[in-house]
């Protein structure tokens, strides 16, 4: 199936709790009166775009629709593309034959390592010299660790791991060295254990102090991986580890499983970051380079 395919299937749930309802409202209108409004801003929060975004996109609606008179759905996705202008970014790999490292954090379960598998994929599909190492510093749980050292055989890449428990700086120093060597690509898979949040972060800086040591920079990229299901409570996680490290962008994972798509909008909007991948399913073609014509396409088509 082709890209366009899956993100439209798989937003399926999205657009039953957002877009429909949504165009349902909107249909034939030129004009909303006060009614219609509040209606509006309720089927939008139900659709998980929040509150603050949810209040001034039925605003700039209104106010759109008073000036122009123009059809009200088709100025909706109008507003909805310019919110989300500029929120596209490639992976950022270097060419100055230094290695690029990829720190990829984020909650247990959002999809970390599969993520990294994916990308790896795709990497080694469009560039197969590039060497590409992954790091396992999610030394946290001995199951982790195998699950990307799999990864690691099945696509054909370098692992650098340590037993269960080992101090995940002390792999990424290891992964560093390798890499060093090789050049290439570096991806550190790290922990995501919630419980202990402090050490998390502490955890997760003592990675980067670990990489600006060793190279004389940071990681190049610090990508968050969240789950889309998790809806508002992913924006304040977010913020708590881009607090701690300083994210360069986000991946957002699982968008099928989830009839809060408009999460996507409500994280743009509230962190500003850049959207690097979304993932609308399991296998290695459900990743993909995030489009924000597309993601708007697929939701109001
Ligand atoms: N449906 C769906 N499942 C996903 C997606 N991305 C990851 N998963 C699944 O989420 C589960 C947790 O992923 P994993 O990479 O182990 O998460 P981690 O704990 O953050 O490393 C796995 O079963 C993945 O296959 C996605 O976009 N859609
Ligand atoms: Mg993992």
């Known amino acids: 199936m082709a890209w366009l395919d899956r993100l439209r299937s798989g937003l399926k749930k999205a657009r039953a709790t957002l877009t429909e309802p949504v165009s349902n409202a909107l249909r034939g209108r030129t ?39 123009s059809d009200a759905l088709e100025t909706l996705r109008r507003i909805l593309l310019e ?9 950022a790999l ?10 990829v954090a984020g909650v247990n379960g959002a999809g970390k390592t599969t993520t990294i598998a994916k990308i790896a994929a795709r990497l080694r599909e469009e560039n197969p010299k590039l060497p590409i190492t992954f790091a396992a510093a999610d030394t946290f ?16 890449v370098d692992i650098v791991r340590q037993q269960t428990g080992a101090d995940p700086a002390a792999v990424v120093f290891d992964a560093l060295d390798h890499v060093v060597r090789r050049g290439g690509v570096l991806f550190v898979d790290t922990a995501g254990r919630l419980q202990t ?29 969240i789950d889309a299901t998790t809806g508002q409570n992913g924006i304040a996680q977010a913020e708590r580890f881009h607090d701690a490290i300083g994210l360069t962008g986000l991946v957002l994972t699982k968008l099928d499983s989830t009839a809060k798509g408009g999460v996507v909008l409500a994280i743009r909007e509230t962190l500003k970051l850049p959207i690097l991948f979304v993932g609308v399913g399991e296998t290695a073609e459900d990743l993909h380079a ?8 697929a939701m109001f088509p």
């Open 290 to 297: 995030f489009s924000a014509s597309e993601f708007v396409d």
């Open 83 to 91: 919110r989300l202008a500029g929120s596209e970014r490639a992976l």
């Open 94 to 103: 270097r060419t100055d034959g230094s290695p690029t490292v990829i720190l």
């Open 141 to 156: 749980r001995a199951a982790a660790v195998e699950q990307l050292a799999v990864w690691s055989e099945r696509l054909g």
């Open 31 to 69: 004009s909303l009166d006060p009614t219609q409004t509040a209606e509006l801003e309720e089927l939008l929060i139900a659709g998980d775009v929040g509150g603050r975004l949810a209040a001034s996109l039925v605003e700039e609606l209104a106010e759109a629709c008073r000036r122009e008179k």
């Open 197 to 225: 949040k402090h050490n998390l972060m502490e955890e997760l800086k003592k990675i980067e102090r670990t990489v600006a040591k060793k190279l004389g920079r940071g990681p190049d990229e610090r990508l968050l991986v």
